[in-house]
């Protein structure tokens, strides 16, 4: 079975200090993870993506996640947090399942950021 | 690359009224799926298809809701009659698993704000 676990629902941080905003998955195969944002009245963007390549993958606006699959975890953080990131994201587990790509969006996590 | 198009942005109608979604996916891409997002639930996949054929629909909430997709290029959300608690943002996707890297990795439109008085 395949699912995805964000932590944290809303996230309150600072402008100029660090955001974590955490995930974790459950999937019988080596999947894919994901981080998308949504900023209010848009779709969704691609942050960043891990596709069992470099454990560590950047994505835009400074963002950054580990894969770390003895944790499960695929964390999404920022050094430094700015205005603009004040968004919803959203961890995204894909994997092949019975043929097709499954995808399992997380709950999403609101990052607030305070000026 | 034009990217996912969905029409109309807005739609306001009234409840038992027939309204009809759009999208266009990436061409290409051999994956369509089609999301609500509503504060209550946050985001939930309705249907999606594979090369124009339905494989999930077990996320579609009730018979009033029928998706399509004739083309490669087109597909269609339907809902009659409509509710005052269909009212949501509807997404569509598209994806391409035959990609070099096979990621799964979705492509979002703007979405389609419905609104059921």
């Known amino acids: 079975a395949q699912s995805v676990t964000q932590l944290d629902s809303h996230v309150s941080v600072s402008e100029g200090t660090p955001v974590l905003l955490r995930c974790n998955y459950s999937?019988?195969?080596?999947?894919?993870l994901f981080w998308y944002v949504q900023h209010p009245n848009k779709g969704l963007q691609l942050l960043l993506k891990y596709t069992s390549a470099a454990t560590l993958v950047k994505g835009i606006n400074g963002f950054e996640a580990e894969f770390k699959k003895s944790e499960t975890s695929f964390h999404l953080t920022k050094p430094s947090a700015h205005m603009s990131d004040a968004a919803e994201y959203f961890c995204?587990?894909?994997?092949?399942?019975?043929?097709?790509?499954?995808?399992?969006f997380g709950t999403g996590t609101k990052l607030q950021v305070i000026p | 690359d034009a990217g996912v198009i969905q029409s109309p942005r807005h739609e306001v109608t009234e409840m038992g009224q027939e309204v009809t979604l759009r999208c266009k996916p990436i061409?290409?891409?051999?994956?369509l799926f089609w999301y609500r997002q509503t504060m209550m639930r946050g985001l939930e996949l309705l249907i999606y298809?594979?090369?124009?054929?339905?494989?999930?629909d077990s996320g579609m909430p009730e018979d009033r809701f029928s998706a399509k997709m004739p083309n490669a290029s087109f597909s269609t959300l339907k809902i009659q009659p409509s509710e005052p608690r269909d009212s949501a943002v509807y997404f569509c996707a598209s994806s391409e698993r035959g990609g070099s890297l096979n990621t799964g990795e979705l492509f979002f439109g703007e979405g389609s704000r419905l609104t059921v008085l």
């Open positions: 061409s290409g891409h051999d994956y």
């Open positions: 999937s019988s195969y080596s999947p894919s």
């Open positions: 298809f594979n090369n124009n054929v339905p494989i999930d």
């Open positions: 995204v587990v894909s994997d092949p399942a019975g043929g097709y790509q499954k995808v399992t």
